[in-house]
């Protein structure tokens, strides 16, 4: 098993993160195998990013609800939102982008989402 540290560890693995096969529901296991606080994921989008980037919707949902399921974070909604979004489920999108924006008025790209499915 590898180990990285440092604030860039992530960053630097989210690409392989979308093919790897670590489970997306546990982030804790991720922060882990990376040798990071499990709380490490909470403030790191990188995962987010990778899943939407190739299209693995449900896995961008299955960790925000992860997150979720321990504190609430806009940017678990907001990534949620754009997965559903991605999914086509526009009003489930729509719903959770809002309470991004609700969680966090000043999050301006979850207020730009929130516009973009709104037209």
């Known amino acids: 098993m590898f180990r990285l540290s440092g604030p860039d560890a992530l960053k630097a693995v989210a690409p392989a993160l979308a093919t790897d096969g670590l489970v997306p529901g546990h982030p804790e296991s991720w922060a882990r195998t990376l040798g990071l606080p499990s709380r490490f994921l909470w403030y790191q989008f990188s995962p987010y990013e ?18 979720l399921a321990k504190k609430s974070s806009e940017e678990a909604f907001y990534y949620k939102g754009l997965a559903l979004e991605g999914l086509g489920e526009t009003e489930k999108a729509r719903v959770q982008i809002a309470l991004a924006v609700r969680y966090n008025r000043n999050y301006e790209a979850a207020k730009a989402a929130l516009v973009s499915l709104e037209n």
């Open 50 to 67: 990778a899943y939407l980037q190739v299209g693995r919707y449900e896995d961008v949902i299955t960790l925000a609800d992860a997150v």
